[in-house]
């Protein structure tokens, strides 16, 4: 289930957070920052209540697919 939260500090290896009466979240997740067209994957590092470190894995930006193809997408099939 996707849960908001804050970005308080953002840098290339990772991020920090704050979440908002969020008692359990898992060791590993994934972040959004545009509603879900690129998707970061987090590793937990600290926790202090609400505030929490993650760290940005090696994984560069992990893309969902489209439900509609894009143009691009459909020559390539058309072509086959």
């Known amino acids: 289930a ?5 970005v308080i500090d ?3 290896g990772g991020a920090r957070l704050r979440t908002h009466n969020l008692s359990v ?3 590993t997740f994934e972040l959004t920052f545009d509603n ?3 998707i970061r994957c987090c590793r937990l ?3 202090d209540g609400d505030i929490l470190g ?3 894995e090696n994984k560069k930006f992990a893309r969902r697919m489209s439900p509609v193809p894009d143009a691009a997408d459909q020559e390539k ?3 086959q």
């Open 2 to 6: 996707a849960r908001g939260c804050n």
């Open 10 to 12: 953002i840098s290339t």
């Open 25 to 27: 979240l898992p060791n």
């Open 36 to 38: 879900f067209s690129t």
């Open 45 to 47: 590092i600290w926790r």
């Open 54 to 56: 993650v760290a940005f």
């Open 77 to 79: 099939s058309d072509e």
